[in-house]
């Protein structure tokens, strides 16, 4: 059976817009975009839903969360002006204090964020990657969700890489058509250097899918340039000889040959001309974080020259820890305005236009995350990872261009409906996939047992 969407726009992204147009869904498959009149004659025999003054485009592509830190919303705002005090508190926190069940229920309550704001895709870094592996497959969405490692004692490199094979092999078993799994070693200051080369030998051995925090802080960069700071003064704490490699963390990945896995790299907010060369000639990829960077006062990315340059970037979340919201058209209006707002607009009109911005929050981010055959336009033959979104709001009449509207006038909360592999996740208001009221009732007990 055919279901035939419409709306007074279709958007495909990787095609010009289409007025009063249609998607026609067979299975969990697009087979037709086009005009409502030729794709209602061409196929006749199918249900129709009228979406009406709204726009049907590819769901958006969420590169960058931590799920599992969902129930951490609002909880670490007092250690925000010190990272090294905040990531104590939340790493604290999640071994500690949170149960198995209760990391499950952060994910689930993240991926029901995501769903509802019209995110059909995930890339995901999670200490407990089982929680949020099923809790991506139990809210039906589409999703890497890469294991993370730690180790920053070279002398234990071995050891630790050996902890992480194991999860990795036993993690395949939660695979499914939607959901897989990577690795990530978590960033150049909490992975030494064997280790890094290590989980790349086998990432490249296995075709698993890599990510990893990179250039995110000025603490990051003087640990690497300088051996100073408070990540220095940390492995010097648990007498961890630490000698600094005096490059940046970029150069420093490119010389151990983590970029010849092409990773994902989070944030990237301290890069020069060298290190921008350096991405796009490994085909490294690019999550663009600029709410949580902004929030933390990291700085911001050069969003721009990776777009200028051809890098595969698309947008990240990071964890609603840091952000507080999980919320991608959010996210590509904020990435926009700051880059206008310190770069100018005359001179990066071109790069830094809604048109940009609506192509990273999809296609770019399917891009970096190796998933544009599958989804992040659509097309014929691409999976229907499709939303509705609403533009008759009274924040965004008059309509002239769905595209600026989106962009500029709309969020996450004027998504109508959302559909993973043809499957409707979120629509009339709710979850369809699970039971939002039961979540939400945990997500209290875990804020009582936290705070
Ligand atoms: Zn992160």
Known sequence: MTNLYCARWILPIASSPIEDGAVAVDGSSIVGVGSRDKLIARFSQS???????????????????????????????????????????????????????????????????AARAGITCMGDASDSASSSMRALRDVGLRGIVYQEAFGPDPARARENFEILQEKVVRLKEYETTLVRVGASPHAPYTVSAPQLELITEFALEENLPVMMHAAESRAEELFMLEGRGAFAEGLARRGIEWHAPGISSIQYLARHGVLRSRPLLAHCIHVDEADIETIKDTDARVAHCPKSNAKFGHGRAPFARFIGQGIKVGFGSDSVASNNTCDLLEEARFALLTSRATEGLSASMQILNAETALQTATLGGARSLSLESQTGALIEGAQADIVAVALNGAHQIPLYDPKPALIFASSGRDVLMTMVAGRVVFSEGRVQTVDEERLRARLKEIRDKLS
């Open 47 to 113: 249900l129709i839903q009228d979406f009406g003054e709204a726009a049907i485009l590819p769901g958006f592509v969420n590169t960058h969360s931590h799920l599992e830190l969902t129930a951490m919303r609002n909880y670490l705002e007092h250690e925000e002006g010190d990272f090294f005090a905040w990531l104590k508190k939340l790493t604290v926190a999640r071994l500690e204090r949170m149960t198995p069940d209760d990391l499950y229920v952060s994910a689930a309550w993240g991926a029901v964020e």
